[in-house]
């Protein structure tokens, strides 16, 4: 028997070892999941994919529930993993960031519960008499996060420590629930039973129809630091006024759009070459951005080979990957399942 | 260059080197490096050594006019491509180029000229008032400029000590325009690319928001836009980077230019003068945490104008860093091996000591060659200070200098050797 303040501890923060243990000591193969399971499971990943909240709330003392909640995690890494899309990964992700956020702040007592959970973590932090939680700088750092509110520009940061308010502090944590979750997704295939890929087929097709492009949507700003050799010589050279040939520009232009830079800055670009003309160059800018409604996609590496303009032999296959990987941190390599392989 | 000039030139990197004994960067045996010719800074990468003394050997033998250390450790570092390395970790580094600070001497040193029209000038801009296109600037470093990067260099090290407490921080002179600030201890050698670019951003206050350091509307008051009190953080009591800015923008009322303000806080003189004479009461209330309004009638003009003195006056002018953005988030960048020679000064990229920095100067502590008298011609050169020494300015004559002179020049591609200019 799992004691009661565990399992909901599990069940809130099902990335933690807390949580992995008591899947451990259910030990219930992935074969005889029960129906209940299933369905959570699938519920999870539908919200998550639908970028809605999912933190239901337990106040009874049923521990069959609680259980039924912890095992669904899991369940639903799988079924994200096959759905074998990144974007689909990081919503995933993100939903777990959003409950874990939602526990902590609706916890009875906050600055209790982020320190258990920090705890479990292992992250190393401080408290000061003025109730702000010190993080290490490089503690701090190591995790990548999204939110502004976050950005060690708007935070204190003094004798090598970030001051955070427990607000924040939370918020931090999530962040940390984030990429935990995001590095351990995709889970090997290993074998999975049919109704598994079943309930992906289903998820897969309503999830497709919805995608938008990959960077659409995203609050994110354009990364040079993350741009391939190839596209910061051009963005350089575009930036600093050099006559650049219609081809570079055109690549440039189509990657830029590609990766969410929006029209008016893309013109604001070009204003510094020579026999710059607004006008043209906002028609042309915006018909290479609106084709067909996303745009003309961005070249390939081996398109850009045959032009001259591939600078370094990066491993991919086109610019886009490269940004892509940067930007999220390179996709490791596959996690093993949480269930006990049977 | 003609061929005299390079004879002369490595020549005398050779003598240097033939007697010179170059410290090793720490873990040497894991940093890549690279070298340049006299014209070009990298012409060959992937070199490893595997000691201090084989690096000494190389440098005899070679004699580069460049020589580069990644910032990278790996665990192959002569191994290509890039990924067959096996990257280790990195340090953080942090590069202050007098290239990137508008100092008011390079209206008198730098000049240019655009190469589409044929229009050129005094000063360093980067396209031609004439027709727009992209000049070449002939730029020079003088003391000036490199005390504008020095004084960059103070304040980024009080930061890097004092806030983010990094230790192992070592610095050294570029050998031309700049410094650079090495962080080596093991805590940053793990730190990702977006942990670099969040460092970077703190120092240059990119993704900086008011709101978030505690400026804002009291919620007391209802509607935001149309409060004229504001709130903000008190100045005694804040820390890390608010409390830099706090501290300046109490500097500021203290000082109080009106005509400085007219300029950055887009109010009317009237105005201004209304606050100057209320600076006191603005000072006070800045301790409780209040934000008085410069127009308690017109709000909208009151944030605004202190929106802009903060973000403008404050952070652009003279809080915010000008560091080189790239080098500073690139994790497999090579720069200047420190203690070695730059070839086109001849000046040695010197380690300077934390303590001793204030008072370095470059242009008299990184000389190393002698003060044989060289015969050079000069094709134009500004007045320059070498070892306490003044020369110039020169224009198209011909002039006997001490050795480490007329290799300033020549290196610098401002002179030539072989009699008169003939041979240009
Ligand atoms: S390999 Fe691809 S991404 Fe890298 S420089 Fe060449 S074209 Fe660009
Ligand atoms: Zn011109
Ligand atoms: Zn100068």
């Known amino acids: 028997m799992i004691p009661l303040e565990q399992l909901r501890f599990a069940q809130k923060y099902p990335f933690t070892k807390t949580a992995q243990k008591a899947i451990k000591t259910l030990n219930v193969p992935l074969n005889r999941i029960s129906e209940d399971v299933r369905e959570r499971a699938r519920i999870r990943v539908e919200r998550a994919l639908l970028r809605k909240n999912y933190a239901p709330r337990f106040f009874g003392e049923d521990p069959e529930l609680l259980e039924n909640e912890i095992l669904s995690f899991p369940l639903a890494k799988i079924i994200v993993s096959l759905l074998d899309e990144l974007s689909a990964m990081q919503a995933f992700a993100k939903s777990v960031a959003n409950s874990t956020l939602v526990f902590l702040r609706s916890a009875e007592n906050t600055v209790e519960e982020c320190i258990s959970l920090a705890s479990e973590l292992g992250l190393k932090f401080d408290l000061d008499e003025e109730g702000n939680f010190l993080v290490p700088l490089t503690v701090f750092l190591s995790i990548p996060f999204n939110n502004d509110s976050l950005k060690l520009v708007n935070r204190v940061v003094e004798n090598g420590m970030v001051f955070l308010s427990t607000d924040l502090f939370a918020l931090f944590l999530s962040e940390k629930a984030y990429s935990i979750v995001l590095k351990s997704l995709p889970v090997k295939d290993s074998g999975f039973p049919s109704w598994i890929k079943e309930a992906v087929r289903v998820l897969s097709d309503s999830f497709k129809k919805k995608k938008r492009s990959f960077f659409k949507g995203m609050t994110h700003s354009v990364k040079p630091e993350f741009f391939p050799p190839c596209i910061s010589e051009l963005f350089e050279g575009i930036s600093s006024g050099k006559n650049l040939p219609h081809i570079a520009r055109f690549y440039l232009t189509t990657f830029l759009n590609a990766v969410g830079m929006p029209q008016e800055e893309i013109v604001k670009l070009f204003s510094h070459t020579p026999n710059y003309s607004e006008r043209i160059t906002r028609y042309q800018v915006k018909k290479i951005c609106t084709l067909k409604g996303k745009g003309y996609s961005p070249p390939t590496c081996t398109k850009l080979k045959a032009s001259g303009l591939c600078k370094e032999n990066c491993n991919v296959k086109s610019p886009i990957q490269f940004y892509r990987n940067k930007f999220f941190g390179s996709k490791s390599n596959e996690k093993k399942s949480d269930f006990n392989e049977q | ?424």
């Open chain 2, 1 to 424: 260059m003609n061929s005299e000039t390079e004879k002369f030139l490595m020549q005398r990197i050779r003598s240097f080197y033939a007697s010179a004994k170059i410290k090793a960067v720490p873990s040497i045996e894991a940093r890549e490096f690279g070298i340049g010719s006299l014209g070009k800074k990298i012409v060959k990468r992937h070199l490893s050594f595997s000691s201090e003394k084989e690096l000494n050997e190389f440098l005899r033998m070679e004699a580069p006019p460049f020589i580069s250390y990644s910032n990278a450790y790996y665990q192959k570092p002569s191994a290509r491509p890039m990924e067959a390395k096996g990257f280790m970790g990195a340090d953080l580094v942090y590069e202050f180029d007098a290239d990137d600070i508008p100092t008011p001497c390079k209206k008198e040193h730098d000049s240019w000229k655009c190469q589409s029209c044929g229009a050129e000038g005094k000063g360093s801009l980067q396209n031609c008032p004439e027709c727009g296109a992209v000049v070449k600037v002939k730029q020079w470093f003088c003391s000036e400029c490199l005390e504008a990067a020095k004084r960059e260099t103070l304040k980024l090290l009080s930061i890097l000590e004092k806030e983010f407490g990094f230790t192992g921080l070592s610095i050294n002179f570029s050998g031309n325009a700049g410094y650079h600030v090495h962080v080596r201890s093991k805590e940053v050698h793990a730190l990702p690319q977006r942990a670099r670019i969040e460092l970077l951003d703190y120092l240059t206050f990119n993704g900086f928001s008011l709101e978030e350091h505690g400026f804002g509307v009291p919620l007391s008051m209802g509607d935001s836009r149309n409060s004229a009190v504001l709130t903000c953080p008190i100045p005694s009591k804040s820390k890390g980077l608010t409390a830099r800015f706090m501290k300046r923008l109490v500097s500021f009322i203290k000082e109080w230019d009106t005509e400085k303000l007219a300029v950055y806080g887009m109010i009317s003189k009237r105005e201004s003068l209304f606050l100057q004479k209320n600076k006191e009461k603005i000072l006070e209330k800045m301790e409780e945490g209040i934000l008085l309004p410069i127009n308690a009638s017109r709000p909208k003009t009151s944030q605004k104008f202190w929106k802009s003195l903060i973000e403008k006056a404050l952070i652009e002018e003279t809080i915010k860093l000008n560091v080189d953005r790239q080098t500073s988030v690139d994790m497999h960048r090579i720069l200047r091996m420190p203690g070695t020679i730059h070839g086109s000064t001849g000046l040695i990229a010197s380690v300077v000591e934390r303590n001793e920095l204030k008072k370095f100067n470059p242009f008299s502590q990184s000389v190393v060659f002698s003060s044989e008298p060289v015969k050079v011609f000069i094709n134009n050169s500004p007045e320059f200070e070498l070892k306490g020494e003044k020369f110039g300015p020169f224009n198209e004559q011909q002039a006997e200098l001490p050795e480490y002179a007329a290799f300033y020049l020549l290196a610098k591609g401002r002179a030539s050797l072989g009699g008169n200019g003939n041979g240009l």
